[in-house]
């Protein structure tokens, strides 16, 4: 039964000689022999691609025929070659009125996960630019990423690079935020670890996630403040003989602080790897968080537009700019009785005296 290998060799000569219609015939010899085998099919295909190439005949229908039998049975190189088929930037005559970018998407896909003649990191790569051309940066980035991991051509990485700039312009602002909430990174690199996991269905990325990264620089943070909490502590010990002083209260106030955002961060690192429903849980809630606090802003905006607009004389105006300090929209006018305290307490040299405008969310005045 081994016959068809030799057929197919055969046409492995012919068509490396270029002599394709020839190939094709050795090829289909073998498939009398047996119809089980979807390298025949992939190298008909293939072969009819190439005529297409040479000839301009339209052997494409053949080719797509062959080539979608061998993709059933499996055939990573098969799935390539067809999404090459259906892929717009791909030049191959007589396939402008198939092009399908949804169909090369899914045959670049399949032909990904499975070893193959191809390669691989130029699949990751066409479809990278695909998802570009859709303006899905985020897929783009991730495909991109992978392609350039796989390979060290420079074609790869600048591709990387532009696909990593338009992420950079269009990524949500929301989700950015909700990240900084957690860990006051601003390291796109970094975040884009974390976004991989929004970007892919594809479990080629799941692997890829550095959970690692995105709590380091937190952790690092927090560690620091235990640490010049305990210093702290020590000198005062050390300067006064005991811990309640202010210097030690505050050490110990750094190092409660220090250790409860550690705790909170393992959390989140631990759900990450053990419980994925806690960390979209806990994710979800710094993202409800900024979404509600987004909210109220518009809210308050909205009041100090009325209250602009308001005829009624002793009624508050809000000024239409937020405050420089909490970002709420509840800055006024500062009031004599704002300033008489700390004027009656500190005199002429009271730090409010010459201040306009008071936020009442946060306090400060300006
Ligand atoms: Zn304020």
């Not at 009398?32 to 190298?43: A, G, M, Q, R």
Request: glycine share 4%; charged share 30%; with cysteine.
């Amino acid at each position: 039964m081994n016959d068809w290998k030799n057929f197919n060799e055969k046409g492995n000569e012919c068509f490396n000689n270029k002599k394709f219609l020839d190939a094709i015939q050795w090829y289909k010899k073998g498939l009398e022999i047996t119809s089980e085998v979807s390298t025949l099919y992939y190298n008909i295909g293939n072969s009819y691609l190439n005529i297409v190439e040479i000839h301009k005949k339209d052997e494409i229908k053949a080719a797509i025929v062959y080539l979608s039998k061998a993709c059933k049975m499996g055939h990573s190189s098969a799935n390539y070659c067809l999404a090459k088929i259906y892929d717009p930037k791909i030049n191959i005559p007589h396939t402008t009125k198939i092009k399908n970018t949804d169909l090369a998407l899914m045959h670049y896909k399949e032909s990904v996960y499975e070893e193959g003649t191809h390669s691989v990191y130029s699949a990751c790569n066409n479809i990278a630019v695909i998802y570009g051309e859709k303006k899905q940066y985020i897929e783009a980035l991730c495909w991109s990423y992978y392609a350039k991991k796989t390979n060290e051509s420079p074609i790869f990485s600048q591709n990387h690079n532009i696909y990593l700039k338009k992420f950079k312009e269009e990524i949500k602002e929301e989700i950015i935020e909700s990240l900084k909430l957690i860990n006051n990174i601003t390291d796109v690199e970094i975040l884009i670890n974390a976004m991989k996991e929004t970007a892919s269905e594809d479990e080629l990325f799941e692997k890829d996630i550095d959970v690692h990264a995105i709590v380091a620089k937190p952790k690092e943070d927090s560690s620091a403040r235990i640490a010049i909490g305990v210093f702290m502590v020590v000198i005062s010990f050390i300067i006064s003989g005991r811990v309640v002083s202010i210097v030690g209260v505050i050490g110990v106030i750094l190092i409660v602080a220090g250790m409860y955002s550690f705790i909170k961060i393992n959390e989140i690192e631990d759900s990450y790897y053990n419980d994925r429903q806690k960390f979209d849980k806990i994710m979800g809630a710094y993202k409800k968080e900024k979404k509600d606090k987004l909210k109220k802003l518009e809210e308050e905006k909205r009041i100090a537009i009325e209250s602009q607009k308001s005829s009624v004389p002793w009624e508050v105006r809000y000024m239409l700019e937020p405050c420089k300090y909490c970002g709420h929209y509840k800055v006024r006018y500062a009031k004599w009785e704002d300033k008489s305290l700390s004027v009656a307490f500190w005199g002429i040299a009271s730090g409010k005296i010459g201040k306009n405008y008071k936020c009442e969310y946060c306090g400060k005045m300006w």
